[in-house]
């Protein structure tokens, strides 16, 4: 079992920044993916980044350039520094884990302003 603590969620205006982290304890897996989803309401749950541990990266198309993902192995805890933010980006915002299996976090709220 592997559990996510997200932090960094919060209301923010339009062209802000904000940054998310998550922690993963328990059987963490040396090889293993973790990143950011998010759910606006009414929508399915999109992929926003994920990051493996060594170090490969994607993203979802309009984040690129604003969002970065990052992490620390050492800490099992990977962030995602959001700026020039969006209303387009409100949105409850998951933290993930997979390796054999896919862990959620208990998400956090973003939201953004006019």
């Known amino acids: 079992q592997v559990q996510l603590v997200e932090s960094g969620g919060g209301l923010v205006q339009a062209g802000g920044s904000l940054r998310l982290s998550c922690v993963a304890s328990g059987s963490v897996a040396r090889s293993n993916v973790m990143g950011w989803y998010r759910q606006a309401p009414g929508k399915q749950r999109e992929l926003v980044a994920t990051?493996?541990?060594?170090?490969?990266?994607s993203y979802k198309y309009s984040v690129k350039g604003r969002f970065t993902i990052s992490r620390d192995n050492a800490k099992n805890t990977v962030y995602l520094q959001m700026n020039s933010l969006e209303p387009e980006d409100t949105a409850v915002y998951y933290c993930s884990y997979s390796a054999s299996t896919i862990y959620w976090g208990q998400g956090t709220q973003v939201t953004v302003s006019s």
């Open positions: 990051m493996s541990s060594g170090g490969m990266t």
